[in-house]
């Protein structure tokens, strides 16, 4: 065994040729997301197998040309994408590059039935998502890679997206024993889902049913540990899933707008009955690619004066709604400026409507700005749509906009405006002063103001539209949505997808809505969220005044999908990430995902060198099939093309989170709004 000098600032430290220990594994192992890691080498032409120190995280591409070809770097940056593709792409490339993780989980998870009782350790082999490698290769890789680890080490390949994994389904598991991505994040006993600190009060609840029988309401200091935390909870300073949860839920999504630590820490309450930390005060951290949930005892209040923290100062700026007389509307009519009259989700749906008939001259930006030492992504785009890589931005534009045309649509539907509310507000002199009294309850900070919600959403319900407003709607029914069987009737609010308040889940949508009496009662539903004791609580602490919140509905055709989710154009788990696209998905419906009451398929879909991965499974015994990933694969593409339409600047970097649903063979957009990522 050969070992260069850790001094040596030439050549990184690694080992050659030889079987590597556990022990030797380890120093030199790197650290990303609580599993340690040694990058690997494979050089064909020399028969050599590299393990690189990966303490530093250097990248296998900068190893492989400045240590052992020579090259510069400022070589290696000139010629980075014909670089990368020899050693990912091409099928008689010189070198093989993967990843050996080594990981340590109990008996009773372990695909090996030869394991034992005792916890077992083991590595998995990987290659990044986007190496090419057939199966034919995959199997000499491993089985090179077998040769030089210790053969008391059990060395299981890890598939790095679904194409591997169907390479994989025609090797013999007796061959060439695996572990797929899914399998080991259900077994990751921490995952970070929003970096930050927090100093509070632990507020542990074993199940849902002990924190709602809790007779001692969570206040905003408390950090709140339970198996999954319902979407309902108050603002908090933090939050600790002890069951696998999606960063794509309700809460999750709103504990991204409120800036706050959240994490899963599945062994979480027996730390903190051994520490004794439950109900006490406490220092939390959650690191992005952290490894482990941060807790320490910590005096109450933080010194503060009074003994107690002051609540968090948020001032949420809320753009003023256009009262003025405006009709029933088409969404097919709306544009993106329409969110004053219309509410931020309705325009964004009709700026969408637009955009899918007339394409857009921005929808390329992802892919145009200088990714360095890149000038652009443009070829990368182009493998992705099926053209040459030297095809130019007309080619890229029209292929564009068929794929958007061949494979999304948004139900047809109409829109209320503000102004409509605003006439039914003031139809009823009662409805109109028990809004007053809200709003004077609010301003001077009156102690009982759920009972004031209480009332001026029970008198919405009770009171009847004005005939003039039933027939505008009636007849807009008529004109653009008849035929449609089921209707779907969703909130459009001005106070909502916000920086720092995102109102995921706050206010009502109504699903399954048939005949023009439901769809009445339901647009009542939808305007009455508006003034649910947690909305108005959660805009109070956000400096949101009341006078300012107004609720456009949007009444749909409903689609009848067999499958449907959420995307937002991001990793969340990994901020630095701009590859890859984070779906959920549930095979029955979107609400599943969102709510978080069901176990949602996880994946990660690249749309930069293309490939799709599977997460999690979540509840679900099997994986997609393969038609419906593909047109996965597609809408990922998609959402990237309208991150870049939608995107508030020239450096299209802004994430989107999608809501949409898989009807036949074309993807219904149904939500889009901008994903405040952590970070």
């Given at each position: 065994m050969t070992r260069s000098d850790r001094n040596d600032a030439t050549t990184r430290p690694r080992f050659l040729n030889e079987k590597i220990t556990l022990e030797e594994f380890s120093g030199l192992a790197g650290t990303v997301g609580g599993y340690p890691y040694v990058k690997i080498v494979l050089d064909c032409d020399e028969s050599v197998l590299h393990f690189i120190d990966s303490a530093d995280g250097m990248l296998h591409v900068r190893y492989v040309a400045?240590?052992?070809?020579?090259?510069?770097?400022?070589?290696?940056?000139?010629?980075?994408?014909?670089?990368?593709?020899?050693?990912?792409?091409?099928?008689?490339?010189?070198?093989?590059?993967?990843?050996?993780?080594?990981h340590t989980r109990r008996a009773t998870e372990s695909r090996a039935p030869e394991s034992g009782d005792e916890a077992e350790t083991f590595l998995s082999l990987e290659t990044v998502d986007v190496d090419t490698m057939s199966q034919d290769m995959l199997r000499f890789f491993y089985h090179r890679v077998r040769e030089h680890v210790d053969p008391s080490l059990r060395l299981v390949l890890k598939p790095a997206g679904?194409?591997?994994?169907?390479?994989?389904?025609?090797?013999?598991?007796?061959?060439?024993?695996?572990?797929?991505?899914?399998?080991?994040?259900?077994?990751?006993?921490?995952?970070?889902?929003?970096?930050?600190?927090?100093?509070?009060?632990?507020?542990?609840?074993?199940?849902?049913?002990?924190?709602?029988a809790d007779p001692e309401p969570l206040e905003w200091h408390d950090i709140v540990v339970m198996p999954r935390v319902p979407e309902d909870i108050p603002r908090v300073s933090g939050i600790i899933h002890t069951e696998h949860t999606t960063p794509l839920s309700h809460i999750n999504v709103m504990a991204a707008g409120w800036r706050i630590p959240n994490a899963v820490g599945i062994d979480a309450v027996d730390r903190i009955d051994r520490d004794g930390l439950?109900?006490?005060?406490?220092?939390?951290?959650?690191?992005?690619?952290g490894g482990e949930l941060l807790l320490e005892a910590a005096p109450p209040g933080g010194g503060h004066e009074g003994g107690r923290p002051t609540p968090p100062a948020d001032r949420i700026t809320?753009?003023?709604?256009?009262?003025?007389?405006?009709?029933?509307?088409?969404?097919?009519?709306?544009?993106?400026?329409?969110?004053?009259?219309?509410?931020?989700?309705?325009?964004?749906?009709?700026?969408?409507?637009?955009?899918?008939?007339?394409?857009?001259?921005?929808?390329?930006?992802?892919?145009?700005?200088?990714?360095?030492?890149?000038?652009?992504?443009?070829?990368?785009?182009?493998?992705?749509?099926?053209?040459?890589?030297?095809?130019?931005?007309?080619?890229?534009?029209?292929?564009?906009?068929?794929?958007?045309?061949?494979?999304?649509?948004?139900?047809?539907?109409?829109?209320?405006?503000?102004?409509?509310?605003?006439?039914?507000?003031?139809?009823?002199?009662?409805?109109?002063?028990?809004?007053?009294?809200?709003?004077?309850?609010?301003?001077?900070?009156?102690?009982?103001?759920?009972?004031?919600?209480?009332?001026?959403?029970?008198?919405?319900?009770?009171t009847p539209l004005p005939e003039p407003i039933r027939t505008e709607l009636d007849r807009a029914l008529d004109r653009h949505l008849y035929g449609a069987p089921v209707l779907v009737v969703r909130?459009?609010?001005?106070?909502?997808?916000?920086?720092?308040?995102?109102?995921?889940?706050?206010?009502?949508?109504?699903?399954?809505?048939?005949?023009?009496?439901?769809?009445?009662?339901?647009?009542?539903?939808?305007?009455?969220?508006?003034?649910?004791p947690r909305a108005v609580?959660?805009?109070?602490?956000?400096?949101?005044p009341l006078d300012d919140c107004r609720m456009g509905v949007i009444v749909q055709e409903q689609v009848g999908a067999?499958?449907?989710?959420?995307?937002?154009?991001?990793?969340?788990?990994?901020?630095?990430?701009?590859?890859?696209?984070?779906?959920?998905?549930?095979?029955?419906?979107?609400?599943?995902?969102?709510?978080?009451?069901?176990?949602?398929?996880?994946?990660?879909?690249?749309?930069?060198?293309?490939?799709?991965?599977?997460?999690?499974?979540?509840?679900?015994?099997?994986?997609?099939?393969?038609?419906?990933?593909?047109?996965?694969?597609?809408?990922?593409?998609?959402?990237?093309?309208?991150?870049?339409?939608?995107?508030?600047?020239?450096?299209?970097?802004?994430p989107v989170d999608i809501e949409w649903a898989i009807e036949g063979d074309q993807v219904c957009l149904l939500q889009l709004r901008p994903f405040h990522a952590a970070g």
């Open positions: 400045c240590e052992i070809l020579g090259m510069s770097i400022d070589e290696l940056a000139s010629r980075l994408d014909s670089f990368n593709d020899d050693v990912y792409r091409n099928p008689d490339r010189r070198f093989y590059l993967g990843t050996l993780a080594r679904h194409r591997q994994e169907a390479y994989l389904a025609g090797i013999p598991e007796t061959e060439i024993p695996r572990v797929l991505s899914h399998e080991l994040y259900s077994a990751a006993s921490f995952v970070p889902l929003n970096p930050g600190t927090a100093h509070g009060r632990l507020r542990v609840f074993r199940s849902e049913e002990e924190y709602r439950a109900g006490r005060w406490v220092h939390y951290r959650v690191e992005a690619g809320v753009d003023r709604p256009d009262l003025a007389p405006t009709p029933v509307t088409p969404l097919s009519e709306l544009r993106a400026g329409d969110h004053v009259r219309f509410g931020t989700k309705a325009a964004n749906l009709g700026e969408l409507t637009h955009l899918l008939q007339h394409g857009s001259p921005r929808w390329l930006g992802f892919y145009q700005v200088p990714r360095p030492p890149r000038d652009n992504l443009l070829r990368y785009l182009a493998r992705q749509v099926g053209l040459p890589e030297d095809a130019d931005e007309a080619e890229l534009n029209a292929a564009a906009r068929l794929l958007v045309k061949e494979h999304a649509l948004v139900p047809r539907g109409i829109v209320l405006p503000f102004s409509l509310q605003q006439r039914f507000l003031d139809s009823s002199a009662e409805l109109r002063d028990a809004v007053d009294r809200l709003d004077s309850g609010l301003r001077e900070q009156a102690p009982r103001t759920e009972e004031l919600c209480l009332d001026v959403q029970r008198l919405i319900r009770e909130s459009s609010s001005n106070a909502e997808d916000l920086p720092g308040f995102s109102a995921a889940g706050l206010y009502e949508s109504v699903a399954q809505v048939s005949g023009a009496d439901a769809v009445l009662d339901a647009v009542r539903e939808v305007w009455a969220s508006l003034f649910s609580l959660l805009r109070r602490q956000a400096g949101i067999t499958v449907g989710g959420v995307l937002v154009t991001c990793n969340p788990l990994s901020p630095q990430d701009f590859r890859n696209v984070y779906l959920n998905i549930s095979p029955r419906s979107v609400t599943d995902v969102v709510t978080g009451q069901g176990s949602p398929l996880q994946y990660l879909c690249n749309t930069m060198e293309g490939g799709s991965r599977t997460v999690s499974l979540g509840s679900a015994a099997t994986d997609l099939d393969a038609p419906t990933k593909d047109l996965v694969r597609r809408l990922a593409l998609i959402s990237r093309l309208l991150q870049s339409h939608f995107a508030p600047d020239e450096t299209y970097g802004a």
